[in-house]
């Protein structure tokens, strides 16, 4: 079937005030996109389940966050959009895991179990103010262990470099917690770099982090994880991306021009290139490495 | 190498850095945090260590050298690495007992070696807080040695911190780890300062050697630290980087200075 949209449809279509959504992305080929698009739609009232996804904190800035569920997520108020959320009455909850608990929290979730034991994060205060982590008795030996509440995202956004209209997806690359995430999630939206022919796929399965049958929303959309890298595509701008959103002026210039002032991303882009110039895209350019293909068949 | 110190420039972050990497031993599997870890583990795997691997949290497993990255997760510390996955697969790695070495940065670190990334203050109404654990909290519940690198202050050396994220050796009582349910024979075991260096004797922190070579005296170190510090009896002279070992640092670990240059500041000055 062939769920080919854009991302205005996607995200308006599969996505609604009061979702837990989970973005992909650690610290790699976050959903930009499609953060930026939640950002222009205004999608409210969010809890938020994702590590270290820098466009993120636009969300955040935004006040539509209602809940984080983090690892890692700087709440000093130096931040401008920490700032500006609690300057609104939005300052999200935040409930606060190592990385390994959030990844076990939706690996859970996948599984379709209430809860995973442990050994993360016992001994540490964290249990004192996040009641879905617990410490428990094993029930075969008797020692004490950690628990972790599973997370069911209603949501889920992963982009990837390549995935057939179906939604049968491929990334590469480090998945952070991509993996579990995605497929705890009950409603799955792809956004893509290129929407390959299904043969493609189906050449070198392996590769494939969901199945098509698990997802709703196809959207092809190159650059879409800008600006962060992506594996053999492009290279990062993390730390631009921080510095011209981190003061006020900056941040709430970029959100004026670069998310309400444009329609979607390629909107977007050309009105980045214009500014940043094209030397500055041709610096994100990789030296590409190429692998030898893998050989299946029978 | 004392004929080295007369004429070898280095700050106290070389020092910090260098001390760091000749805790990496050639056989150890290294989990590296983000900062100063990845400049150790990088100068160990250019000298002494070429064989260690080393674990980046995002789901990175290599043997091979990689261009310093400035976060974690970056094109260059992916590409070319012996296997790329997931945070949860690495850090099934560490739950399972197979990481010998974790390698994080601290917030604060008290008497019995907790670290505390959370909070200065109360949870709910604090006066500091930093981002959180990250995956600080999972290395150090899981490594058989955990070695915590800050930058030295009062403020950050604490007799007992406001907030656990990982936890030490807890109240200093032996066997509160294991009884809490963390792995046996984990948790930190060295603590790598611009002041100095510290190991752990029954839980708690002792102070073993002084970066005598960059000035620091066992005064400075002590109105560094917020309890009586036990000092060890055989106390020594922090080893100082070798020559070899700073060309190393200046031309292919950090050759833009990033860390080593741009970050260099006086001791005892942090926040």
């Known amino acids: 079937m062939n769920k080919v949209m854009t991302m205005k449809e996607a995200i308006s279509k599969y996505m609604k005030a009061g979702d837990i959504l989970f973005l992909s992305g650690m610290q790699h080929g976050e959903p930009s996109a499609a953060i930026h698009e939640i950002v222009r739609q205004k999608i409210e009232h969010l809890t938020l389940v994702s590590c270290l996804v820098a466009t993120s904190a636009l969300l955040l800035g935004e006040g539509l966050i209602d809940k984080m569920v983090t690892g890692y997520t700087s709440q000093d108020e130096r931040s401008y959009a920490i700032a500006k959320a609690k300057a609104m009455n939005r300052l999200p909850v935040f409930e606060e895991y190592s990385h390994f608990g959030v990844s076990l929290a939706l690996f859970a979730g996948q599984m379709g179990i209430p809860f995973i034991p442990t050994k993360s994060q016992i001994g540490s205060d964290m249990l004192k103010y996040n009641e879905n982590i617990k410490s428990i008795e094993c029930p075969f030996t008797g020692e004490k262990t950690g628990a972790v509440r599973a997370i069911v995202p209603d949501a889920g956004i992963i982009h990837v470099q390549r995935a057939d209209a179906d939604g049968n997806a491929q990334k590469w690359g480090t998945v952070g917690v991509d993996q579990e995430g995605i497929n705890a999630s009950k409603t799955v939206i792809v956004t893509t770099e290129k929407i390959v022919d299904s043969e493609v796929i189906r050449r070198d399965p392996n590769r494939t982090i969901i199945p098509g049958f698990r997802v709703s929303a196809v959207v092809e959309q190159p650059w879409g994880a800008y600006p962060m890298h992506l594996a053999g595509c492009y290279s990062g701008d993390m730390w631009g991306f921080y510095g011209e959103t981190g003061p006020q002026e900056s941040y709430e210039a970029y959100i004026k021009e670069f998310v309400y002032g444009v329609n979607d991303w390629d909107e977007y882009l050309k009105k980045r290139r214009a500014i940043k110039g094209e030397e500055y895209f041709n610096n994100l350019q990789i030296n590409m490495v190429m692998s030898e293909p893998i050989v299946t068949g029978y | ?271």
């Open chain 2, 1 to 271: 190498m004392n004929q080295n110190k007369a004429v070898l420039e280095y700050s106290a972050t070389d020092q910090m850095v260098a001390t760091a990497a000749h805790q990496i031993k050639n056989s150890d599997v290294v989990y590296v945090g983000v900062g100063l870890p990845f400049l150790a583990a990088l100068l160990a795997k250019y000298t002494h260590a070429p064989n260690c691997t080393i674990i980046i949290e995002n789901g990175i497993i290599r043997t091979t050298s990689f261009p310093l990255p400035a976060a974690t997760d970056t094109l260059g510390s992916q590409t070319m690495s012996d296997q790329l996955t997931s945070l949860f697969y690495v850090s099934c790695l560490g739950q399972a007992g197979f990481i010998s070495t974790g390698f994080i940065g601290a917030g604060q670190v008290d008497r019995y070696g907790n670290v505390n990334d959370t909070v200065v203050g109360d949870y709910l109404n604090p006066t500091h807080r930093w981002p959180g654990s990250g995956g600080a909290n999972d290395v150090m519940s899981f490594c058989q040695r955990t070695i915590i690198m800050l930058r030295q202050s009062k403020r950050r050396f604490q007799e007992k911190v406001d907030f656990i994220t990982c936890p030490g050796y807890l109240d200093g009582r032996p066997g509160q780890r294991e009884e809490t349910g963390l792995p046996p024979s984990t948790g930190p075991s060295v603590v790598i300062t611009d002041l100095g260096c510290y190991v752990f004797e029954d839980g708690e922190m002792v102070l073993k050697s002084i970066h005598s070579g960059v000035g620091i005296t066992l005064e400075q170190v002590k109105a560094e630290v917020g309890w009586d510090i036990k000092v060890s009896p055989d106390i020594e002279e922090s080893i100082p980087p070798t020559e070899e070992e700073m060309r190393i640092l200046r031309e292919k670990v950090d050759p833009s200075q990033v860390w080593v240059g741009g970050k260099r500041r006086r001791p005892g000055k942090e926040p």
